[in-house]
């Protein structure tokens, strides 16, 4: 199993264009999520799904959008990149999308600079 | 609605010295409370986990966090540091409904030599 998997490690963006940050998992996993990593902040909830087709929004998810086509992938979409989304993305997942006990799996991370 | 709070942005510790992390959460439902390591340039990594059960619980790398309902806390701590601990830690509560983690702030451990 590769676990997660996230593309690409780091890019740089000028501010107002888009681009999409890739998530993919190969365990069957039912729940993936997206999280942003700022400095003294911990990690926020940005979107999350809890299956094919179906998606919700998280505790900051203004700028982004996501979909998921298939059980595997989750990609998470900026749509106009500003300055203040300048972090790191983590993508994460686990098998069932409401057992409150089990783990999540987290990707590598994205390390986004918009400027 | 869940929090936690993480004492300390930052702890240094000696190596051979006691590491403990403070951990503490609010929580409207009996709380599910997780202990994840980050290393420099890397992703989250699973320490150890509390559902239900033995208040003590042991994860990997010698860690260990106890569950004490009265304080609302959960800290984490190991009897003697390695340099190799040298790490971000996050203590995170799982939300009232379904698979959300809250996090809280973490707490970056340093470790001289």
């Known amino acids: 199993n590769a676990g997660v998997t996230q593309t690409p490690k780091f890019q740089v963006l000028k501010t107002g264009q888009s681009m999409t940050l890739q998530c993919a998992q190969d365990m069957n996993h039912e729940y993936m999520s997206w999280y942003r990593q700022d400095p003294g902040m911990g990690l926020r909830l940005i979107h999350y799904?809890?299956?094919?087709?179906?998606?919700d929004q998280g505790e900051v998810p203004n700028g982004y959008n996501v979909s998921r086509s298939t059980t595997e992938d989750f990609p998470l979409r900026l749509l106009s990149a500003a300055p203040s989304q300048t972090s790191v993305y983590f993508c994460?997942?686990?098998?069932?999308?409401?057992?409150?006990?089990?783990?999540?799996?987290f990707g590598p991370g994205t390390r986004l600079l918009v400027l | 609605a869940q929090s936690v709070t993480q004492l300390g942005s930052h702890v240094s510790v000696s190596e051979g010295a006691l590491v403990l992390l403070r951990c503490n959460y609010s929580?409207?439902?009996?709380?599910?409370l997780f202990w994840y390591v980050q290393y420099p340039n890397q992703g989250l990594q699973l320490l150890l986990k509390?559902?239900?059960?033995?208040?003590l619980v042991k994860g990997i790398n010698g860690f260990e966090a106890e569950f004490k309902k009265s304080e609302t806390s959960f800290h984490l701590t190991k009897p003697s540091a390695h340099m190799s601990d040298a790490a971000e830690y996050f203590c995170a509560v799982r939300g009232e409904y379904g698979n959300k983690l809250v996090f809280g702030a973490g707490t970056i451990l340093r470790v001289k030599s």
């Open positions: 799904s809890v299956g094919a087709g179906i998606t």
């Open positions: 994460a997942s686990s098998y069932s999308p409401d057992s409150r006990w089990e783990t999540q799996y």
């Open positions: 929580s409207s439902v009996p709380p599910y």
């Open positions: 509390y559902t239900t059960g033995a208040t």
